[in-house]
């Protein structure tokens, strides 16, 4: 079976032979910025905005990669146009842009800091696992807060889309304590609600959309379709803090994220959210978003379900 194509560092090679060094920053440091674009219908859906995104994630980290934009956009899909030849008319590919800044053999802290590194550009694809999602899609995903707090902003700014998530994987290690299936949702240092570890997530009072503010959480490419669709469908939008109180007692709440576009939350710490049902606005999010991209993006991942058994099989008598 032919693999698939991976861009390293100028080369177009295939996947079993794209490796980064042990010394790479992304590794040494965690010094990795990211973005993760999905298709529809094999085409790829706000490329540009991703790219852009990248770009001053980039500007910000100090990175210079030696490509414009349109020029690493064009690489993207020549990428996407091989890889997709591999996957089936009903499957769909995530394409991951990352980018490290270089390798870094000196383990020397901050003395090594004058040393001068080229950075690691890397994309790379992968058919969306839609089983993955499939149950939350149609059930609603469960939050829950650990203690584990979002990184403050006074750190680095959450703008940029990084790779140094150790607070995120402690999050939903602990999160899975409570619930196997639980995504957390982490707090800032004053309580506020800020994202979960891949999505940014919104809730719903009154009919009015309420996002927490631009200072804890990425403004993702996602969210920002969600922003769009509102305008359209007449749903107001707004940003202010947000305390497990008001998800608690919310009408509804929602995940928005690049793989899945939107996903219903039914449940906080365990307790439901509203009816503890996927509720109105986020169905007439959701047709709007299929309309825009074309596809039935809820039965992508329909498809997905495990299938319950027929009656009369099983083990027990």
Not at 134 to 143: F, I, L, N, Q
Not at 238 to 243: S, Y
Not at 268 to 285: E, F, K, T
Request: proline letters at 7%; glycine letters at 8%; aromatic letters at 8%.
């Amino acid at each position: 079976m032919t693999e698939s194509l991976v861009y390293l560092n100028g080369r177009v090679i295939p996947a079993s032979q794209a490796s980064l060094k042990i010394y790479d920053a992304g590794v040494v440091l965690g010094a990795t910025v990211t973005e993760m674009t999905r298709t529809f219908r094999h085409v790829l859906f706000r490329l540009d905005d991703h790219v852009a995104r990248l770009f001053r994630s980039l500007k910000y980290t100090r990175m210079d990669i030696g490509l414009s934009p349109s020029e690493l956009e064009a690489v993207s899909r020549e990428l996407v146009e091989q890889n997709l030849k591999l996957i089936g008319p009903d499957e769909e590919l995530g394409l991951i842009h990352f980018v490290t800044a270089g390798e870094f053999p000196v383990y020397a802290g901050s003395a090594a800091g004058a040393a001068r590194t080229t950075p690691t550009v890397c994309l790379h694809t992968f058919p969306l696992p839609f089983e993955l999602w499939a149950k939350k899609m149609r059930d609603g995903a469960h939050v829950v807060t650990p203690s584990i707090r979002h990184v403050p902003p006074q750190c680095f700014d959450p703008k940029m889309k990084y790779r140094s998530r150790m607070h995120y994987y402690l999050a939903d290690h602990e999160a899975r304590l409570v619930d196997p299936d639980a995504i957390a949702l982490l707090l800032d240092l004053d309580g506020n609600v800020t994202e979960t570890s891949g999505a940014n997530f919104l809730i719903v009072e009154r009919g009015t959309i309420v996002s927490p503010t631009l200072t804890n959480i990425l403004p993702g490419i996602s969210r920002q379709t969600v922003i769009e669709l509102a305008g359209r469908l007449g749903i107001p939008f707004v940003e202010r803090d947000i305390q497990v109180h008001s998800v608690m007692n919310a009408d509804e709440a929602f995940l928005s994220s690049t793989p899945f576009c939107v996903m219903p939350v039914t449940k906080i710490n365990g307790v439901a959210i509203g009816g503890g049902q996927p509720g109105p606005v986020y169905r007439r999010l959701l047709a709007a978003w299929n309309d825009v991209v074309g596809v039935d993006v809820a039965g992508q991942f329909a498809k997905h379900l495990p299938v319950a058994p027929e009656r009369g099989e099983g083990t027990g008598g």
